[in-house]
């Protein structure tokens, strides 16, 4: 059981992010937000000229790759958990530190919200 510490903890990192959105989204639905009975805002349509996404959805998928690739480094040290023992995880704690703040960062500036 020793040798799977690494994965319940690299699983434990997805599934607690994953868990929070579903509340949040949960939480925005009862609060009736977006229903379909809500009416749209006809008053200043969209030009046909003009793009389909803004900047902000560029950053947050910048981010997402991003992220991505340091969830693939995760993966590989959850791998090698039984190896590096107590060193390993401060150094993907040291890792990590600096992907948290980032995205507290852009969660802070509302590049998130596209």
């Known amino acids: 059981m020793a040798e799977y ?21 949960t939480r925005r639905r009862e609060a009736g937000e977006g229903s379909p009975e809500e009416p749209a ?14 900047s902000g959805f560029f950053l947050a998928a910048a981010a997402f790759v991003v992220l991505q ?5 995760v993966v590989a040290w959850a791998l090698a958990f039984g ?15 600096p992907l948290a703040v980032a995205v507290a960062y852009l969660w802070r500036r509302g590049a998130l919200d596209w």
Not at 41 to 54: F, H, I, K, L, Y
Not at 86 to 92: K, S, T
Request: aromatic fraction near 4%; proline fraction near 7%.
């Open 41 to 54: 805002d006809v008053s200043s349509p969209r030009p046909e000229s003009s793009p389909g996404a803004g």
């Open 83 to 97: 190896q590096l023992a107590a060193q390993g995880l401060m150094e993907v704690g040291i890792f990590l530190l």
């Open 5 to 25: 510490v690494g994965v319940l903890i690299m699983l434990g990192l997805v599934a607690v992010p994953g868990c929070l959105g579903w509340m949040l989204i």
């Open 69 to 73: 690739a340091a969830g693939l480094v």
